[in-house]
Protein backbone atom coordinates (compact mmCIF):
# COMPACT_ATOMS: atom_id res chain seq x y z
CA UNK A 1 0.00 0.00 0.00
CA UNK A 2 1.51 3.46 -0.64
CA UNK A 3 0.27 6.87 -0.20
CA UNK A 4 -0.99 7.47 -3.26
CA UNK A 5 -3.42 3.94 -3.78
CA UNK A 6 -4.50 4.77 -0.04
CA UNK A 7 -5.85 8.38 -1.22
CA UNK A 8 -7.52 6.68 -4.48
CA UNK A 9 -9.39 4.24 -2.06
CA UNK A 10 -10.10 7.41 0.44
CA UNK A 11 -11.37 9.35 -2.58
CA UNK A 12 -13.87 6.84 -3.69
CA UNK A 13 -15.12 6.42 0.18
CA UNK A 14 -16.02 10.04 -0.73
CA UNK A 15 -18.62 9.05 -3.17
CA UNK A 16 -20.82 6.88 -1.12
CA UNK A 17 -22.71 7.33 2.11
CA UNK A 18 -21.53 5.24 4.91
CA UNK A 19 -19.07 5.73 7.19
CA UNK A 20 -15.34 3.74 7.00
CA UNK A 21 -13.08 4.01 9.38
CA UNK A 22 -9.32 4.62 8.50
CA UNK A 23 -6.78 2.98 10.73
CA UNK A 24 -2.86 3.98 10.58
CA UNK A 25 -1.20 0.87 12.40
CA UNK A 26 2.17 0.33 14.07
CA UNK A 27 3.70 -2.52 15.93
CA UNK A 28 3.23 -0.61 18.93
CA UNK A 29 -0.88 -0.57 18.07
CA UNK A 30 -0.41 -4.45 16.58
CA UNK A 31 1.06 -5.38 19.90
CA UNK A 32 -1.51 -3.54 22.08
CA UNK A 33 -4.27 -5.29 20.06
CA UNK A 34 -3.00 -8.38 21.26
CA UNK A 35 -4.53 -7.61 24.82
CA UNK A 36 -6.82 -5.94 24.22
CA UNK A 37 -10.10 -7.55 22.30
CA UNK A 38 -11.82 -4.44 21.20
CA UNK A 39 -8.77 -2.72 19.79
CA UNK A 40 -8.03 -6.35 17.85
CA UNK A 41 -11.59 -5.73 16.59
CA UNK A 42 -11.81 -1.91 15.51
CA UNK A 43 -8.44 -2.88 13.59
CA UNK A 44 -9.96 -5.88 12.11
CA UNK A 45 -13.15 -4.02 11.21
CA UNK A 46 -11.50 -1.26 9.51
CA UNK A 47 -11.92 -0.58 5.66
CA UNK A 48 -8.76 0.74 5.34
CA UNK A 49 -5.33 0.19 7.50
CA UNK A 50 -2.08 1.68 6.63
CA UNK A 51 1.32 0.74 7.78
CA UNK A 52 2.55 4.05 9.93
CA UNK A 53 5.58 2.36 11.71
CA UNK A 54 9.38 1.67 10.13
CA UNK A 55 8.71 -1.93 11.99
CA UNK A 56 6.04 -3.04 10.00
CA UNK A 57 7.96 -2.59 6.86
CA UNK A 58 10.70 -4.40 8.17
CA UNK A 59 8.40 -6.75 9.11
CA UNK A 60 6.81 -7.11 6.26
CA UNK A 61 10.31 -7.15 4.19
CA UNK A 62 11.15 -10.50 6.54
CA UNK A 63 7.61 -11.67 5.73
CA UNK A 64 7.15 -11.27 1.60
CA UNK A 65 4.68 -9.08 2.29
CA UNK A 66 3.44 -6.01 0.34
CA UNK A 67 4.33 -3.50 2.76
CA UNK A 68 5.91 -0.27 0.82
CA UNK A 69 5.66 2.66 2.10
CA UNK A 70 5.05 4.19 5.14
CA UNK A 71 1.78 6.20 6.07
CA UNK A 72 2.02 8.15 9.09
CA UNK A 73 -1.07 10.05 10.31
CA UNK A 74 0.70 13.24 10.62
CA UNK A 75 1.68 12.88 6.89
CA UNK A 76 -2.40 11.66 6.18
CA UNK A 77 -3.73 14.54 7.68
CA UNK A 78 -2.70 16.99 4.96
CA UNK A 79 -3.35 14.71 1.85
CA UNK A 80 -6.82 14.32 3.51
CA UNK A 81 -7.63 17.96 3.88
CA UNK A 82 -6.31 18.72 0.30
CA UNK A 83 -8.70 16.04 -0.58
CA UNK A 84 -11.33 17.33 0.97
CA UNK A 85 -10.95 20.63 -0.61
CA UNK A 86 -11.18 19.09 -3.70
CA UNK A 87 -13.91 17.40 -2.93
CA UNK A 88 -15.58 20.31 -1.37
CA UNK A 89 -15.79 18.13 1.89
CA UNK A 90 -15.74 19.63 5.49
CA UNK A 91 -13.41 18.77 7.95
CA UNK A 92 -14.14 18.09 11.48
CA UNK A 93 -11.22 17.93 13.93
CA UNK A 94 -11.70 15.96 17.46
CA UNK A 95 -9.26 15.68 20.15
CA UNK A 96 -5.86 16.29 21.24
CA UNK A 97 -5.59 18.50 24.29
CA UNK A 98 -7.59 22.19 25.24
CA UNK A 99 -7.30 24.79 21.64
CA UNK A 100 -4.82 21.96 20.02
CA UNK A 101 -7.33 21.21 17.40
CA UNK A 102 -8.61 24.63 16.28
CA UNK A 103 -4.98 25.42 16.18
CA UNK A 104 -4.25 22.75 13.72
CA UNK A 105 -7.70 23.36 11.52
CA UNK A 106 -6.61 27.12 11.73
CA UNK A 107 -2.95 25.90 10.12
CA UNK A 108 -4.18 23.65 7.63
CA UNK A 109 -6.98 26.10 6.31
CA UNK A 110 -4.52 28.93 5.79
CA UNK A 111 -2.50 26.75 3.84
CA UNK A 112 -5.18 24.55 1.90
CA UNK A 113 -7.46 26.64 -0.59
CA UNK A 114 -11.15 25.83 -0.06
CA UNK A 115 -11.02 23.94 3.27
CA UNK A 116 -13.67 23.96 4.83
CA UNK A 117 -13.62 23.01 8.51
CA UNK A 118 -16.74 21.62 9.88
CA UNK A 119 -15.53 22.22 13.98
CA UNK A 120 -13.05 21.51 16.35
CA UNK A 121 -13.13 19.93 19.58
CA UNK A 122 -10.87 18.96 22.03
CA UNK A 123 -13.44 16.38 23.75
CA UNK A 124 -12.94 13.43 25.42
CA UNK A 125 -13.02 9.57 24.48
CA UNK A 126 -15.47 8.94 27.48
CA UNK A 127 -18.42 7.04 26.69
CA UNK A 128 -20.70 9.59 28.34
CA UNK A 129 -19.95 12.32 25.91
CA UNK A 130 -20.39 9.65 22.61
CA UNK A 131 -24.12 11.16 22.22
CA UNK A 132 -23.38 15.01 22.24
CA UNK A 133 -19.93 14.61 20.24
CA UNK A 134 -22.15 12.71 17.30
CA UNK A 135 -24.38 14.97 17.19
CA UNK A 136 -22.32 17.86 16.96
CA UNK A 137 -20.45 16.38 14.25
CA UNK A 138 -23.18 15.08 11.98
CA UNK A 139 -24.83 18.72 12.40
CA UNK A 140 -22.06 20.34 11.08
CA UNK A 141 -21.87 18.74 7.71
CA UNK A 142 -18.99 16.55 8.08
CA UNK A 143 -17.11 14.47 5.34
CA UNK A 144 -14.33 13.66 6.94
CA UNK A 145 -13.79 13.13 10.68
CA UNK A 146 -10.17 13.40 12.04
CA UNK A 147 -9.45 11.51 16.08
CA UNK A 148 -6.58 12.48 17.75
CA UNK A 149 -7.31 10.91 21.03
CA UNK A 150 -3.92 8.77 21.28
CA UNK A 151 -3.98 5.01 20.92
CA UNK A 152 -6.02 3.15 21.67
CA UNK A 153 -8.67 5.58 22.28
CA UNK A 154 -9.26 6.50 19.06
CA UNK A 155 -9.68 3.55 16.67
CA UNK A 156 -12.02 2.08 19.59
CA UNK A 157 -14.43 5.62 19.96
CA UNK A 158 -14.66 5.31 16.14
CA UNK A 159 -15.38 1.72 15.97
CA UNK A 160 -17.86 2.06 18.82
CA UNK A 161 -19.72 5.24 16.67
CA UNK A 162 -19.94 4.08 13.13
CA UNK A 163 -23.58 3.30 13.51
CA UNK A 164 -24.06 7.01 14.91
CA UNK A 165 -21.67 8.86 12.73
CA UNK A 166 -22.82 10.67 9.16
CA UNK A 167 -19.46 11.25 7.94
CA UNK A 168 -18.19 9.27 4.94
CA UNK A 169 -14.29 8.51 6.43
CA UNK A 170 -13.42 8.34 10.41
CA UNK A 171 -9.37 8.32 10.71
CA UNK A 172 -7.61 7.79 14.30
CA UNK A 173 -4.36 10.66 13.89
CA UNK A 174 -2.76 9.74 16.92
CA UNK A 175 -0.36 12.97 17.64
CA UNK A 176 -0.81 14.53 14.41
CA UNK A 177 -2.64 18.30 15.59
CA UNK A 178 -0.04 18.28 18.21
CA UNK A 179 2.76 18.37 15.24
CA UNK A 180 0.19 20.32 12.73
CA UNK A 181 -0.30 23.13 15.52
CA UNK A 182 3.68 23.52 16.15
CA UNK A 183 2.92 22.01 20.21
CA UNK A 184 5.37 19.18 19.51
CA UNK A 185 8.29 19.34 17.26
CA UNK A 186 8.62 16.72 14.66
CA UNK A 187 11.83 14.63 13.68
CA UNK A 188 14.10 15.90 10.64
CA UNK A 189 13.38 14.94 7.52
CA UNK A 190 16.15 12.41 6.98
CA UNK A 191 15.21 10.73 10.22
CA UNK A 192 11.99 10.06 9.51
CA UNK A 193 13.33 8.65 6.02
CA UNK A 194 15.86 6.70 7.51
CA UNK A 195 13.11 4.93 9.63
CA UNK A 196 14.27 7.16 13.08
CA UNK A 197 11.43 9.40 13.68
CA UNK A 198 10.67 7.19 17.22
CA UNK A 199 14.57 7.75 18.38
CA UNK A 200 13.82 11.43 18.15
CA UNK A 201 10.42 11.32 19.67
CA UNK A 202 11.80 9.34 22.39
CA UNK A 203 14.67 11.67 22.94
CA UNK A 204 11.47 14.25 23.32
CA UNK A 205 9.14 12.63 25.08
CA UNK A 206 11.43 10.34 27.25
CA UNK A 207 7.65 9.17 29.12
CA UNK A 208 7.31 6.96 25.84
CA UNK A 209 9.85 4.59 26.92
CA UNK A 210 7.38 2.01 28.38
CA UNK A 211 5.38 2.05 25.39
CA UNK A 212 8.44 1.86 23.02
CA UNK A 213 9.33 -1.58 25.01
CA UNK A 214 7.08 -2.90 22.73
CA UNK A 215 9.04 -2.53 19.68
CA UNK A 216 11.57 -5.27 20.72
CA UNK A 217 8.86 -8.21 21.12
CA UNK A 218 7.20 -7.02 17.88
CA UNK A 219 10.85 -7.65 16.03
CA UNK A 220 11.04 -10.73 18.07
CA UNK A 221 7.63 -12.16 17.05
CA UNK A 222 8.23 -11.51 13.48
CA UNK A 223 12.05 -12.95 13.47
CA UNK A 224 10.12 -15.89 14.95
CA UNK A 225 7.20 -16.33 12.32
CA UNK A 226 9.84 -15.99 9.77
CA UNK A 227 12.19 -18.33 10.65
CA UNK A 228 9.55 -20.97 11.40
CA UNK A 229 8.17 -19.67 7.11
CA UNK A 230 11.54 -20.56 6.19
CA UNK A 231 11.80 -24.29 8.45
CA UNK A 232 8.31 -25.53 6.80
Known sequence: MTRSRALEAIRDYLQQHH????VTLNPEMLMMARRDPDLYS????????????AGLLVAGRLLGLALRERITGVDLVPDLC?????RKEAVFFLGA???VATKCADSLAAAIPG?????????????????SIC???????????LVAYGVPAEEKWIARNRQRLDVKVAVGVGGAFDFIAGRVPRAPRWMRGAGLEWVYRLWKQPWRWR?????PHFLALV??????????
Open 42 to 53: AIEQADLVTADG
Open 97 to 99: GPG
Open 19 to 22: TRQV
Open 223 to 232: LAQAVRARLT
Open 211 to 215: RMMAL
Open 115 to 131: LKVAGSHSGSPSPAEEQ
Open 135 to 145: RSVNAAGTGIL
Open 82 to 86: RLAAE
